[in-house]
């Protein structure tokens, strides 16, 4: 390249180049701010011993790497790669294609690249979306880029991508990446708007609202933002910092039970500020605040755990008291009886199997 009196004169072989229509000189790529915000939707190596989701291609051992492997595609089974100088024949063409439509996105561009071996023309496209073609005419492995391909219409529900070559190819690491904010445009043909170039006062300030754009919440709500100052892993979209109450209406601790014996003593410790994601979709009723997984305990004749049984309670502390549901360790097993004949009730333990026959007028030793 030569460069005199601003102009660029480039020396260059138009059979090894692409060309492109006069309309589309001065194209350029431009990246935005989040054009390295770069999503891998797959790369296919065939190093698993398969070429599946791939389909109309067999597992080769044709490689890049020694001890590699690659996919060999051929439009007539059981052909071989030995003439690259039959151009005919290879300009017939054989294709190969893989099921995407669970990784696609409408609205979304993206770009190709693959590795391959064998002397004619590579295309691909997403059904009626092309992503370009490239000419190999060496007989050694090439990188071929294509795209990038903007997915303007909705998924197909059988979506493929199909890539297509000569007569018989091998191709290797297949990466389809999905990209944003790359615009490829005519340099000079775009108008800057005025609100671009100002401040929050309206005041002149070339590029204060580049990469100013719209984002959404977890509600639907829509937000305007720029130059995050700080980035958070994708478990954590939705995290606030949230009061656990311990379950009870007190702020404060609370101790149940004390004194003797201690075993049963209970403390409710204070609220805590804690750092949650607030899904919505993971909240219950509050009628159900402070449910709880417990076992309840099977017992042999003599009292002896054997056993459990799985109970699901609500153990909320502001009824310990109001209600009450709690009660001392030697308290446990207590039971309300309604004697025969009687409206009122007594309190007493649970007997178990321990239980007698009370006899008036016995006669003992007869």
């Excluded at 030995?82 to 300009?91: H, L, V």
């Amino acid at each position: 390249m030569s460069y005199n009196n601003g102009i660029c004169t480039y020396m260059a072989i138009p059979s090894e180049g692409v060309s492109c229509s006069k309309i589309n000189a001065g194209c350029r790529e431009y990246k935005g701010n989040a054009a390295y915000n770069v999503r891998l939707v797959f790369w296919d190596n065939f190093e698993q011993g398969t070429i599946e989701p791939w389909i109309n291609g067999e597992f080769s051992n044709e490689s890049i790497n020694f001890g590699g492997h690659s996919m060999k595609v051929s439009s007539v089974s059981g052909g071989t790669f030995n003439n690259f100088f039959k151009i005919a024949k290879a300009q017939a063409g054989a294709s190969t294609s893989r099921p995407v439509q669970a990784l696609v996105r409408q609205g979304k561009s993206y770009l190709l690249s693959f590795w391959a071996k064998g002397f004619g023309n590579y295309s691909a496209k997403f059904g009626d979306l092309n992503f370009g073609s490239k000419t190999i005419s060496g007989s050694e492995w090439q990188e071929i880029k294509l795209g990038p391909v903007y997915f303007s219409r909705p998924v197909a529900n059988d979506e493929k991508l199909t890539i297509s070559g000569p007569n018989t190819f091998y191709i290797d690491n297949i990466l389809l990446k999905e990209v944003q904010e790359s615009l490829y445009l005519i340099k000079d043909s775009w108008t800057t708007p005025a609100v671009c170039d100002q401040d929050y006062q309206g005041n002149s300030s070339p590029g204060f609202m580049i990469g100013c754009r719209q984002y959404k919440d977890r509600r639907g709500l829509a937000h305007y933002f720029k130059s995050f100052s700080s980035l958070c892993r994708e478990q954590a979209v939705g995290c606030e910092a949230l009061i656990d109450t311990q379950n009870s209406s007190s702020p404060f601790e609370e101790e149940f039970n004390q004194g003797k014996p201690t075993t049963d003593d209970l403390t409710v410790p204070k609220d805590n500020l804690v750092y949650l994601v607030n899904n919505s979709q993971k909240s219950c009723p509050a009628n159900d605040k402070g449910c709880q997984f417990f076992g309840l305990p099977n017992l042999d004749k003599d009292g002896k755990v054997i056993g459990w049984n799985d109970q699901y309670l609500k153990n909320n502390p502001d009824l310990y008291t109001n209600k009450p549901i709690l009660c001392q360790q030697s308290d446990e097993n207590c039971e309300e009886y309604l004697p025969k004949g009687s409206n009122t009730p007594v309190y007493f333990k649970d007997p178990g199997e321990k239980l007698c026959e009370y006899r008036e007028n016995v006669n003992l030793g007869v």
